[in-house]
């Protein structure tokens, strides 16, 4: 069965303190593997795609990585305003999207 | 360019009663899909559609049925409300529904 795991749940950083979010992932057939950025209560902001084993993608603080396993993204030097969840998503042979339940991240002044 | 537009934006609902949501996608997008998204949760897929035609449906009852028209926008119905249905509704869309998702604001649906 398709799924999506993220870890960890929550995530708190001092400004300027990098780190990662993981996502791991189990799909028949994978078509791609996508990044989204969620604030409280609004939909879903898109971030990235991520198709095969060694893309990368950047934008601005942040750079989204794959292996044929899971999928990484990085945060450099994060600031308070890249507080939000993060969730990954994951589509298969089967076309449907398998989200994940996202990490909380909290950026600390 | 408008990006994808839901309406309502808040709903309150009784159990037993019927709900429509509505999803425009953004402009030359011909997939649709719906998502229920309850608190501290990632989206769970309810429905795709593709050219005014069902592609997927996911693991929910069959009090939940959607549509897509002419004009690629489409509409949610849940039928029989039960107080587990209350959840944020989300509409995407797609160029082809395989690659990236554009999402709307979403719907907050409450059922007291």
């Known amino acids: 069965e398709d799924q999506v795991t993220q870890s960890p749940e929550a995530l708190r950083l001092q400004e300027g303190e990098s780190s990662s979010l993981n996502c791991s992932y189990t799909v028949s057939g994978l078509r791609g593997l996508f990044w989204y950025r969620q604030d409280p209560g609004k939909g879903p902001e898109f971030l990235f795609t991520?198709?095969?084993a060694g893309e990368e993608k950047e934008k601005e603080r942040l750079k989204a990585t794959l292996t044929k396993k899971e999928s990484f993204l990085h945060i450099t030097a994060p600031k308070p305003e890249d507080s939000a969840t993060y969730l990954c998503a994951v589509v298969g042979t089967g076309n449907q999207f398998y989200f994940g339940t996202g990490t909380s991240l909290t950026v600390i002044p | 360019d408008a990006g994808v537009t839901q309406s309502p934006t808040h709903l309150i609902k009784t159990r037993g009663q019927h709900v429509t949501l509505r999803c425009s996608p953004i402009?030359?997008?011909?997939?649709v899909s719906w998502y229920q998204q309850v608190l501290g949760q990632g989206p769970q897929f309810i429905f795709q559609y593709y050219e005014k035609e069902e592609r997927g449906r996911g693991n929910f009852p069959d009090r939940f049925s959607a549509r897509q028209f002419p004009n690629y926008s489409s509409e949610l119905n849940v039928n029989a409300l039960l107080l587990g249905d209350s959840a944020l509704y989300l509409c995407?869309?797609?160029?082809?529904?395989?690659?990236?998702?554009?999402f709307g604001p979403g719907t907050r649906l409450t059922v007291l």
């Open positions: 402009s030359g997008h011909k997939s």
């Open positions: 995407a869309s797609s160029w082809t529904g395989y690659n990236e998702q554009f």
């Open positions: 991520l198709y095969s």
